[in-house]
């Protein structure tokens, strides 16, 4: 990383408040995990496969399958602009990158080490904020469970990268309808005490 970007360690803050500029989706894609998808494509009403190409798209890269959201006219396809200020029309079920940024994941296996962007337009506030450590762990998470399931049917199992993305999008799919269906049955036996 160049001098554009700060290291910080739990316990640093940065001065940062967002202005909703919205210069942070505008240019290179947002890099997304198979559970990124899922939220959205949730979010949006439609099954996964619904999204991809129209919003979620793949760079294959070293023989893997990275998928980031779709850009239209260089920014964004989920960015609006109103009254000067901009607007993500997910913004519920926005990517955790998103969510995380200025701040920047700085290896998924490291939860306490960001990378501040000093492109940021909201950096020199008067408010001091720590990084969002419980979102990057999140993101970790995520992320280990993504690359690793992607590694295995690649390099392991042979798979094409575009199809080994597929599948692990599918895998999450299913993990996160197991999960909603706990919680949905969790709140029936409680609601029912
Ligand atoms: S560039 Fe910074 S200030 Fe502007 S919308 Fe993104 S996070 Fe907020
Ligand atoms: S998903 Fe939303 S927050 Fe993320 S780059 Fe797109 S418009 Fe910006």
Known sequence: MSGEYVKLRVGDKARFECLR????????????????????????????????????????????????LRDKGGRCVFLEFEGGKSTCTIYPARPIRCRLYPFIPYSPSDEHTVYLDKHCLGLNA???????????????????????????????????????????????DELLIKQSHVQDNLYFKQASK
């Open 126 to 172: 008067h408010i001091y904020t720590e990084p969002p450590w419980e979102t990057l762990k999140k993101y970790c998470s995520e992320a280990k469970q993504h690359y690793s399931k992607l590694y295995k049917l690649i390099f392991r199992e042979g798979c094409e990268p575009l199809e080994a993305l597929e599948k692990v999008i599918e895998d999450v």
């Open 21 to 68: 500029c919205g210069r942070c989706c505008i240019g290179p894609n947002v890099g997304l995990t198979a559970f990124d998808i899922c939220r959205i494509s949730r979010f949006l009403g439609l099954d996964w496969k619904g999204v991809k190409g129209r919003y979620v798209v793949a760079v294959v890269a070293d023989m893997m399958a990275i998928p980031v």
